[in-house]
């Protein structure tokens, strides 16, 4: 029932852009994005609700494609800052419709920006 | 500073001994979580509460027991009956329930214990 996120692991040199996907075979209520550097805890990035929004602050945006329950990350120019594991977490829709009251998050895509 | 406290940071016990594990936070949220954290398995939902003296199992609450007598508060207690307890445990609160109010959700995590189960 863990969304699916894409690539497991991800090395860049700074400056480059990198996509993060995660994919869930349910029906979504939203999205949520959150970054954990090691040893560190979750920090959120951000929340994107069914009705295929996108958001972004700073570099780093993201979208969210209710019909294919898929949403997607885009880190721009990444910076030595951006290094860490990044985890959707998928919030279900309920069979009556509301939502599921939790999120289910992913294995976390390793994103690792080099000098 | 308002945040989440979680106690201790580096915990060891026998095995077959019960423990708890503490989450206290002071931003006054309705909402709260415990997840697992194991490599290469990203965060796994244990128990969530999002109201005082009421609590909801996740995935994997078999082998834990939760408490919320208080807002405050939301002790997770590993059993003996929990196969494999050797793990990272994340605690995080919401402002309200996943669900209930949109942008009021985002979720504050707290330090995180490892337990060693010897």
């Known amino acids: 029932q863990q969304p699916v996120q894409s690539p497991q692991a991800v090395i860049l040199r700074e400056g480059e852009d990198a996509v993060i996907n995660c994919s869930s075979s349910k029906a979504l209520y939203s999205v949520h994005w959150y970054r954990q550097k090691h040893g560190e805890a979750p920090v959120f990035l951000m929340i994107l609700l069914k009705g295929g929004e996108q958001k972004g602050h700073d570099k780093i945006s993201a979208s969210f494609n209710e019909k294919k329950q898929q949403s997607s990350l885009y880190l721009t120019a990444s910076q030595l800052s951006y290094s860490g594991t990044y985890f959707c977490?998928?919030?279900?829709?309920?069979?009556?419709?509301?939502?599921?009251?939790?999120?289910?998050f992913g294995k976390g895509t390793k994103l690792s920006v080099k000098p | 500073d308002g945040g989440i406290t979680q106690s201790p940071k580096y915990l060891f016990r026998k095995e077959g001994q019960n423990v708890t594990l503490s989450c206290e936070q002071n931003?006054?949220?309705?909402?709260m979580y415990w997840y697992r954290q194991d490599p290469g398995q990203g965060l796994r939902l244990i128990y969530y509460?999002?109201?005082?003296?009421?609590?909801q199992k996740g995935d994997i609450a078999e082998g834990y027991s939760v408490s919320r007598e208080k807002k405050e508060s939301f002790p997770l207690t590993v059993t003996s009956a929990q196969k494999n307890p050797t793990a990272f445990y994340l605690c995080a609160s919401s402002i309200d329930p996943i669900g209930l109010t949109v942008g009021y959700n985002e979720q504050f995590f707290g330090p995180g214990t490892r337990l060693t189960v010897l």
């Open positions: 977490g998928t919030e279900r829709v309920h069979h009556y419709g509301g939502s599921q009251g939790n999120l289910i």
């Open positions: 931003l006054n949220h309705d909402a």
């Open positions: 509460s999002q109201i005082v003296n009421d609590f």
